[in-house]
């Protein structure tokens, strides 16, 4: 008759956790089994039993019994294994991510995978992995646009007061036009890819049915969104509009319009003579996002312009009024809610992105 297996000392949150561990379905199938030895041992079963009931050796148990002993839950994670020595450790790395500060090679206007490990006479695999682990995405881009404007902080500070603390009787809009919006007829449908999956797809050919242009004016409190569609795009066409955004208007109340440096909405003095109530409000050079009235361009790119098939500027003018009409139904005032950047966050070398 064997002798009975020595008492383990556990802790109640500890045998909580093991219990846990052992009915873990998405944890790994060695914890699992451990944590299902130690409770076993816990229970006072022998080795035999516990081997029995976990389908494993008796030296197993007995493995695992005395590492939970020593170490606690601790004991029940694998040692480390010293292995093999890395062909490509830290020094790979450190050249991987200091060749990528250097004009790329002759011929390249940037560096990809192969080239960095041409340079380096490595593994291309391991220059991909370095890279994935460092984030660093040599191939997408993104732009960035920093504003010069000398009168930037008091620009914009006239700007975000607006939105934030309007003028009392007074309206504020945001107005912008998208130029040259093109009718292109070309087939759409779905496709299915190689990997399985459907996507939305187009013809690569296509046929150019001439351009509109679109001026749109966001009442910034509501939502409400006025538009003028045509074929023009000067600064008749730009009067034209805030003459009827003005005449929809009270005329006691004052327009306060934001506007961005477009050539169009400058030199407009003797019209803003005959109208004392409407005053123009600039964004800071290369700063119109300050303009709402971006946002709703945006969603409506989005929603009503991407992928359509327009056989005439006819069909392009029906659909931008189809998409401004649904869109009056659920207009809803925007957020004003722009995340500040901190200068730490404007990184443009892979030594910065390191740090």
């Known amino acids: 008759m064997g002798r009975n297996a020595p008492t383990i000392p556990c802790d109640p949150r500890d045998r909580q956790e093991l219990e846990r ?28 039993e516990v081997a029995r009931a976990c389908r494993t050796r008796p030296n197993t148990v007995i493995k695992w019994r005395q590492r939970f002993v020593r170490s606690g839950l601790a004991g029940l994670c694998d040692a480390p294994r010293p292995g093999a020595k890395p062909v490509y450790g830290e020094d790979f790395r450190n050249r991987v991510l200091a060749l990528l500060e250097q004009p790329p090679p002759k011929g390249q206007a940037s560096w990809d995978g192969p080239a960095v490990a041409a340079q380096l006479h490595g593994s291309v695999h391991a220059v991909w992995r370095i890279l994935r682990q460092e984030g660093i995405c040599l191939q997408r881009q993104r732009s960035w646009c920093v504003s010069t404007d000398k009168e930037f902080t008091a620009k914009a500070a006239d700007i975000v007061g607006l939105y934030l603390n309007p003028p009392e009787k007074a309206l504020v809009i945001s107005v912008d036009e998208k130029p040259s919006i093109q009718a292109l007829e070309r087939k759409t449908g779905y496709v299915e890819t190689d990997n399985g999956k459907i996507v939305r797809a187009y013809k690569s050919t296509y046929k150019r049915h001439g351009t509109l242009n679109l ?7 509501t939502g409400e969104v006025k538009t003028a569609i ?13 003459d009827q955004i003005v005449a929809e208007s009270s005329d006691e109340q004052e327009l306060h319009v934001i506007l961005d440096n477009y050539c169009t909405h400058k030199k407009c003095d003797a019209w803003l003579a005959r109208h004392p109530r409407v005053h123009f409000h600039f964004t800071p050079t290369s700063a119109s996002w300050l303009n709402q009235v971006e946002i709703w361009f945006g969603i409506l790119s989005r929603k009503a312009l991407r992928g359509l098939s327009a056989q005439s500027t006819t069909e392009l003018r ?15 005032p925007f957020k004003w809610r722009k995340r500040e950047v901190k200068g730490s966050q404007l990184r443009n070398t892979i030594v910065n992105l390191r740090n």
């Open 230 to 242: 045509t074929t023009l795009k000067r600064r008749e066409e730009f009067l034209q509009f805030m």
């Open 215 to 221: 001026f749109a004016a966001l009442k910034v409190a």
């Open 318 to 332: 029906q659909a931008i009024e189809s998409f401004v009409e649904a869109y009056a139904k659920q207009a809803k």
């Open 21 to 48: 561990l052992a009915r873990s379905r998405s944890g790994s199938k060695q914890m699992t089994e451990r944590a299902q030895i130690v409770l076993g041992c816990l229970a006072g079963l022998r080795v035999q």
